[in-house]
Structures are given as C-alpha cells and as structure tokens.
C-alpha cells in the first residue's frame, strides 16, 4: 500500500535567524507605491507576483498531524512587488533578497518533497529541466526574516523557524493555463471534467494521477494529496509552451 503524506495548512510564523555564509546581495529598485491592486508587479530579485501557500508538509517520512482552526499568522500567501515583499505579520520599507551558499533545504532526501524533484519528460519537444533549486534568504534591516528555497518559477518552499514544516507555495495558474492543462489531462484520460479553467478538487486529483504516472513511483515512496504543479509538470504536458496559456 502506497504511503499518503496528509495536507494540512499547519502553519508557523516564519522569522528566523540569520543565515550562515556568504550571500550575494541583491537590491530592489526603490520605487512609487502602487495604485492599486491592478498595478503591474515588477521584478524584485527575480521574484515577482503573488504565491500562493498550498501545503505544508513534516520535514521527515512522517506525516503531519491535520490541526483544526488553526489560523497562519502570515496569511495564506506572499507577494514580490515593486515595494517589497508582502505578507502578513511583517512590515518592512527596505527588503532584500539575498542568494545564500549553503543549501536551505535537502530537496533531494526528504520524501516528503518528492514532488519537488520531477525530473524532465523525455519527449524531444521537452523545454528542458526547469529545475534551480537555490536556497534565498528574505532580509529587512539587516536581518533575516525567512529563508525559502526556489524550486523553479512557480514554486518556492519555505522552512519554518526550527525546519520541522516545509510550507509549499505555488504562482497561481491562468485561467487559460488551467484550461490548457485540463484539456491535455482530458486527452490523455486522466482528466473526465469540463474545461472550466478552474484548479477545482477534480482537477487536483486528476493531476496527482498525472504526477504519479509521469514520476514513476513504485509502492514504497510516498506522494503528497497535492503535489505541487511544478514547471517540470507543467512541460510534460506542453502548458508551458501552449500559446493558449498565455494571457
């Protein structure tokens, strides 16, 4: 019988303490405010835009415990814009995020984050790996208020204070790359619903089907309820590449 690692939004606050090593600091621009929520996001280090938490997962082959009413005190995402970074529980006039030496998370030991480390299809239209896997530390003032790793564009995955929580976070899908993806699930028979451009619970569990096939995992190996729509995911399918994602 396959192991199921259990989701459960266990969230912790995330100030930590400084990391280790040599950073290679990099600044944002100082810039307007924003207008308003329509305003167009610019880059800050190569981040930009709103990400979503999606999971949260034991750092260790042992499920976590699902805690009820539990309310996470940074919110249910984080966003990079031309101010800075965003979330709940940290403010912040001068942010900087700086690419740390020493890797954050062990991705490639932790069962737990198996998802995390799809490897490319091997169609020829493949747009290659999409993997990074570089570890960042979030700094205010000089001193760090999170660590996160960087998985690919879409997903980052953020250590809690004593590592024990690896919280996964997501770049919300297009509608229209929703419906990309749903079609192409539809085509391939793992997908039976309607092309609705939703990230719906049918949808969700038609991809964790996908995941399971594409990474072929045999019995022993666990795989999250929600693994995470990585880029690697996304080009198995040719949502990258698909002009119809694009808005």
Known sequence: M????????CFVMLAVAGCDGAVDTIEAEPLPPLVGPSEALVDLAGFAGEYVIIDARMAS??????LTGFEPPIGKSITFTRQGIKLEGAECDKWKVSEVDDAIL???FDPNLIDLILEPTDSPLTS???Q???GYAAICEGETVFRFHKVDDRVLVMPTANDA??????RPLTELQIKAYQSQLKSMKFYD????????????RSSRIWFENRARLDDSQPIPMRPAITENLLDALFVLSDPRSEE
């Open 193 to 204: 619903g309607e092309l609705t451009g939703i990230l719906d619970e049918a949808t969700l």
């Open 132 to 134: 990074e896997h570089v």
């Open 128 to 130: 290659g790996d999409q």
């Open 106 to 108: 062990p991705v490639s």
């Open 61 to 66: 082959d042992v499920a976590s415990p699902p």
């Open 2 to 9: 396959r192991t199921i690692l259990t989701s459960s939004l």
């Open 165 to 170: 929580i690896n919280l996964i976070l997501e």
